[in-house]
């Protein structure tokens, strides 16, 4: 990659090869170094494979940026999930702006852990429009969120971050519990409810019980 952009390679890379060769050069790889491309190749590697995705996929968005999107998908005849994946990304991107640049700061261990799926319950929650279902019930996976991660903080602030161990903790609440505590059956409503109950939950660094969180929906 670095010969590349030395020998300006990079600025036809994504050149669509069915465009009869009627096509404007573009400005070739955003990045100065490729830290982040050996980070992903060394510690994403799983979270690529079991999601579907690959390398340029991945990648490419990185080299290139969110403005580019369309032109990677079709230089690389990209499925439709890969596609979805690029266009989500683009979205976290845009997100960018809503995360501090403190974030994180020098935390470490447990405590950075929490801070970082609290990120990503942010994200998601600018994302959910409707604010409504809990997050393992999204069709946006969990492991897109960690992928993204990784265009949202700064390398040095994601670099210590175990990608493989990573994962979205168990909600202990279930639908029955809200049922009877609240006395509803509109799916509607319980979603919007099972939402603030994770949200109230996520706020509170994952440790509040059943029972808290039950005596917080009753006074919603």
Same mark, same amino acid.
């Given at each position: 990659?670095?010969?590349? *952009?030395?020998?300006?390679?990079?600025? /036809?890379?994504?050149?669509?090869?069915? *465009?009869?060769?009627?096509?404007?050069?573009?400005?070739?790889?955003?990045? *100065?170094?490729?830290?982040?491309?050996?980070?992903?190749?060394?510690?994403?590697?799983?979270?690529?494979?079991?999601?579907?995705?690959?390398?340029?996929?991945?990648?490419?968005?990185?080299? /290139?940026?969110?403005?580019?999107? $369309?032109?990677?998908?079709?230089?690389?005849?990209?499925?439709?999930?890969?596609?979805?994946?690029?266009?989500?990304?683009?979205?976290?991107?845009?997100?960018?702006?809503?995360?501090?640049?403190?974030?994180?700061?020098?935390? $470490?261990?447990?405590?950075?852990?929490?801070?970082?799926?609290?990120?990503?319950?942010?994200?998601?929650?600018?994302?959910?429009?409707?604010?409504?279902?809990?997050?393992?019930?999204?069709?946006?996976?969990?492991?897109?969120?960690?992928?993204?991660?990784?265009?949202?903080?700064?390398?040095?602030?994601?670099?210590?971050?175990?990608?493989?161990?990573?994962?979205?903790?168990?909600?202990?609440?279930?639908?029955?519990?809200?049922?009877?505590?609240?006395?509803?059956?509109?799916?509607? $409503?319980?979603?919007?409810?099972?939402?603030?109950? $994770?949200?109230?939950?996520?706020?509170?660094?994952?440790?509040?019980?059943?029972?808290?969180?039950?005596?917080?929906?009753?006074?919603?």
């Amino acid at each position: 990659m670095s010969m590349m *952009n030395k020998l300006s390679i990079d600025r /036809y890379l994504l050149i669509n090869k069915n *465009n009869n060769h009627k096509f404007a050069i573009h400005n070739g790889f955003l990045l *100065n170094n490729f830290k982040i491309i050996d980070f992903i190749k060394s510690n994403a590697k799983t979270v690529i494979e079991n999601e579907k995705l690959d390398l340029i996929s991945v990648i490419m968005i990185h080299l /290139y940026g969110g403005n580019n999107v $369309e032109m990677i998908i079709k230089r690389f005849d990209l499925n439709k999930r890969k596609t979805k994946f690029l266009y989500f990304v683009r979205q976290l991107i845009n997100l960018k702006k809503n995360v501090k640049n403190n974030f994180l700061g020098t935390i $470490e261990g447990r405590e950075k852990k929490i801070k970082v799926l609290q990120l990503i319950w942010k994200l998601r929650s600018c994302i959910n429009s409707k604010k409504q279902g809990l997050f393992k019930k999204d069709h946006v996976p969990f492991n897109w969120y960690k992928l993204g991660l990784l265009h949202v903080l700064s390398f040095e602030k994601i670099k210590n971050v175990d990608f493989e161990e990573l994962n979205w903790p168990i909600f202990p609440l279930v639908r029955e519990d809200i049922l009877k505590t609240k006395k509803i059956t509109a799916y509607n $409503e319980v979603e919007k409810l099972f939402f603030q109950a $994770e949200d109230f939950w996520v706020n509170n660094n994952f440790k509040s019980s059943s029972k808290e969180i039950l005596h917080f929906l009753k006074n919603r």
